[in-house]
Nanobody, 125 residues
Framework: QVQLVESGGGLVQAGGSLRLSCGAS????????MGWFRQAPGKEREFVAVITWSGGRTYYADSVKGRFTISRDNAKNTVYLQMNILKPEDTAVYYC??????????????????WGQGTQVTVSS
């Protein structure tokens, strides 16, 4: 089992940047595929980015490709989401999630086993 805690959210102007962090408890962080998702008010939770356990492969939603970068540091039990050129439509609660690595890559929220509590990102126009 793993516990996840996100940080780094806040209020930023359009065009700005933020870096989200997600710290994980336990000694088996490298056993998990890690993903970032977001949920705006009145909308479904949606996929943002995912990274394999080794960090060797990453995948992004089309809406963030070229602007967001997911990375991880297994020695620090942390996954990051660098968000650049932020837009008002990026406003949402951002969640990190973990999926046992033997299950492979996934992009659907229901495929992930563990979730953090979320961090609010608000982008003003």
């Amino acid at each position: 089992q793993v516990q996840l805690v996100e940080s780094g959210g806040g209020l930023v102007q359009a065009g700005g940047s933020l870096r989200l962090s997600c710290g994980a408890s336990g000694r088996t962080f490298s056993s998990y595929v890690m993903g970032w998702f977001r949920q705006a008010p009145g909308k479904e939770r949606e996929f943002v980015a995912v990274i394999t356990w080794s960090g060797g492969r990453t995948y992004y939603a089309d809406s963030v490709k070229g602007r967001f970068t997911i990375s991880r540091d297994n020695a620090k039990n942390t996954v990051y989401l660098q968000m650049n050129i932020l837009k008002p439509e990026d406003t949402a609660v951002y969640y990190c999630a973990a999926r046992w690595r033997d299950k492979g890559i996934a992009v659907l929220p229901g495929a992930f086993d563990y979730w953090g509590q979320g961090t609010q990102v608000t982008v003003s126009s």
